[in-house]
């Protein structure tokens, strides 16, 4: 891949290189309005600003609609334009912002929310803890499992989260009160670019180039809530009070070099999910810092790290039997993975599964089976392959219970 000329684009620290190229959108402060950006370096390259030198969507739905051949057309004009090949860059140089200081949101319109549990190690875990006889439910191998979601109470990362008041299990008769076991899930978002209309199933083989980028996604989780109100009809309250995403939607092209075999299933699989596709290797991480920790101005603790490289599903199996029953997936349609969690406890995506044995002590002496008020989760990504330079994620990032604009 190129160099580019644009401050801190080759700095494999900053995993924003050419071959990156993630796309957010920023508020422009004098004029208090919205606009496309692409990541580059240190840097935001405003896409209204730079409309002078090549055709730049004006909104970010219309265009993720119009498919790869358009999403390959200008991140390879991106590509040129901010590669040292290019000696024509007074516009550009004016259209570039430092991404310090920028208050920064998703680029699209979430339209729906889904959330998959395609990690078969958390299944697992999660049902050895109510099922010890039968942990996974005999649809697993089979059934891509995921409930509808709502895209209302998804919001960009920083994200104040309020800690929700609920239902929960009591001795004699239930009681509503703040949830106890406020939890993070670990997940990759995909977002959908191509549409396909109502009672139109996507071929699998036809799936992955219906996907455009993808972001790191905490699902928050109230486990008291949710394990009280979740049968028969699954996932509600307990899920709903927030999902957090990345403001940065990283292109599925940027990811190819770490595209991984799908896992292989033992039982085999129905017609419409082979040729599966590939799956994703990332690597992440989850941090967290403390009201405490900060005070004392010690870094985040790394409490788990993982890959995607395990996922049972692949995104393209995601997306076809998400319509394989004639469901219309929309532009900016998020689909979550679910919690990514390897195969050993420490791998673990969630305190539910990192904590079930017992709660653990952070590095600074303060114990956790389930966040605090103040703590601060942060997920974090990044592909490595020889020869590139890393391709980092944009971090998701939320703190429990602190008043918005405080931090
Ligand atoms: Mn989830």
Known sequence: MAESWVFGANDPELGFGLNHLPFTAFVDPTSGRRRLAAGIGACLLDLVAAEDVAQFPSTMDEWMRQGPDAWAALRASLQYLLSRENKDRKVLEAALLPIAGTVLENPCAIRNYTDFYASRNHAMRVGEMFRPEKPLLENYDWVPIAYHGRASSVVSSPAAVRRPMGQIRGDVRPRFGLTERLDYELELGYFLGTENPLGEPVPVADADKRLFGLSLLNDWSARDIQSWEYQPLGPFLGKNFCTSVSP??????ALEPFRCSAVAHPEGMLGYLQEAGQGVSLRLEVRLSTAKSRARGMADFTITRTDSAELYWTPAQMVAHHTSNGCNLLAGDLLGS????????????????????????????????????????????????AGEIPVRLGDCRGRVNVTPGSR
């Open 248 to 253: 940065w939607v990283t292109p599925m092209a």
């Open 338 to 385: 679910g919690t990514v969690s390897g195969a050993t406890r420490e791998e673990a995506g969630c305190l539910l599964e990192l904590t079930a044995l017992a709660p653990f002590s952070l590095p600074n002496g303060e114990m956790r089976q389930f966040l605090e008020d103040g703590d601060e989760v942060t997920l974090v990504g990044w592909g490595e392959a």
